[in-house]
């Protein structure tokens, strides 16, 4: 499958993938060199198959790997590569293949940006979350003390190649993270989502022709935001459905204690409700299917709510001190609600706390 976008760079989504890699390569770049920046889990779990596929194209390939965990995504793991990278000698036209998570992808599209001020970023993304989100966009970009993702560059990729047969080995609990990003997809631009999630999760989660229809989908549905605003003046805004909350959840429960999708999910039942409170004929029934799931593997949500409204009020995305809430004035039709009287959200976390 092909994503259609505008601008000049390719999606592919299917298993296998590996004539389209190298057709793509040898259309572009020389043979000589290719940098591979890869997670190291991946590198253990799929045996070398990305090292021997650039073997096939490319004379000489330098494979760096990345220790996985959200740690890597550091100024210290960035010298670290841009050293490697120029040490071994790069042109300008050496194309660096990010293959991983949003945490490889992240850090190796913001390396790619910095050697020799930019050269060709290819992303090969093996979690759902990277595939439906992450590795789209042209977001790239470290951590710093002070903050997550605060370090980084937009730098879009020349191509993305998304090979399902990565997610044979994807844990459980990567699928349930991954999954939220796909139903806020469903919440903000098309609600048949759903259901077909619904189904989807009533079988083992494994790579198949119905998951690759959802995730092209998803990743259609960022493209087009992303297209319609690339540099988040306005509607890219959208994508953070679920997140204003999530990120006050993620924040006083400890980064690392709540995974990003959880998080997320429980956002998204927040935003739904505070909408319905306003008015909209949104009912949260639409993510019951799900929450099974999330239960389960949630241990715990933070529920002191002073707190969470604190932390919602340093979120980056906070104007002049006031809080940009994404809602919906239905399904599929998002609108941004300012907010900076955080007290009328008592009633909104109370509920959503109530609900795992
Ligand atoms: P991740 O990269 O840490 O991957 C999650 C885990 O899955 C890791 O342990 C990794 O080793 C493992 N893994 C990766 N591929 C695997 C595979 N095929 N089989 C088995 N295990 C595999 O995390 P993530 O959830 O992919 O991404 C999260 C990151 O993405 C965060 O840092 C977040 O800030 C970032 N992000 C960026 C954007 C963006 O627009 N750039 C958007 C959303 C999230
Ligand atoms: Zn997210």
Redesign the pocket.
Do not use: W, Y
């Given at each position: 499958v092909d994503i259609s976008y505008e601008q000049d760079y390719q999606i592919r989504v299917g298993q296998g993938l590996q004539k389209e890699f190298l057709s793509f390569c040898a259309d572009r770049y020389t043979p000589d060199k290719i940098v591979v920046v890869i997670?190291e889990?991946?590198q253990r779990?799929h045996e070398r198959k990305v090292q021997v596929l650039c073997e096939e194209y490319f004379q000489d390939v330098l494979t760096l790997t990345v220790p996985?965990?959200?740690a890597s995504?550091s100024m210290e793991q960035w010298k670290r590569l841009v050293d490697q990278i120029l040490e071994y000698g790069v042109e300008r036209n050496t194309p660096l293949l990010a293959v991983?998570?949003?945490?490889?992808?992240?850090l190796a599209g913001y390396v790619a940006s910095s050697v020799l001020r930019g050269i060709p970023l290819l992303h090969m993304p093996?979690?759902l979350?990277?595939m439906v989100?992450?590795s789209i966009?042209g977001?790239?970009g470290v951590n710093h003390s002070t903050g997550?993702?605060l370090v980084g560059a937009f730098n879009q990729p020349e191509a993305v190649f998304m090979d399902l047969d990565?997610?044979q080995?994807?844990?459980q609990t990567?699928w349930i993270?991954?999954m939220a990003e796909i139903l806020k997809y469903g919440a903000i631009r098309d609600p048949d989502i759903f259901g077909k999630l619904a189904e989807l999760v009533k079988q083992p989660l494994e790579p198949s022709e119905e998951w690759q229809q959802v995730i092209s989908q998803s990743a259609q549905i960022k493209t087009d935001i992303v297209q319609e605003d690339t540099l988040e003046a306005g509607k890219r805004a959208y994508l953070n459905f679920g997140h204003t909350f999530g990120h006050a959840l993620e924040k006083v429960a400890g980064y690392g204690s709540l995974a990003?999708g959880e998080a997320v999910f429980a956002g998204m039942i927040a935003a739904t409700y505070y909408s319905k409170q306003l008015g909209a004929p949104v009912d949260d029934i639409q993510f019951e299917a799900f929450l099974p799931l999330y239960k389960r593997q949630i241990q715990a949500l933070p529920t002191n709510i002073q707190a969470l409204n604190t932390a919602m009020r340093t979120d980056k995305k906070v104007k002049n001190n006031t809080v940009q809430l994404v809602l919906l004035k239905e399904w599929a039709s998002p609108y941004i609600q300012p907010c900076n009287d955080l007290s009328k959200l008592e009633k909104v976390w109370q509920y959503t706390l109530s609900q795992f």
């Open positions: 997670d889990k991946v779990l996985e965990g959200e995504k991983g998570g949003g945490v490889t992808g992240d093996t979690t979350l990277a989100d992450s966009g977001k790239t997550k993702n990565f997610l080995t994807l844990e990567e993270t991954g990003h």
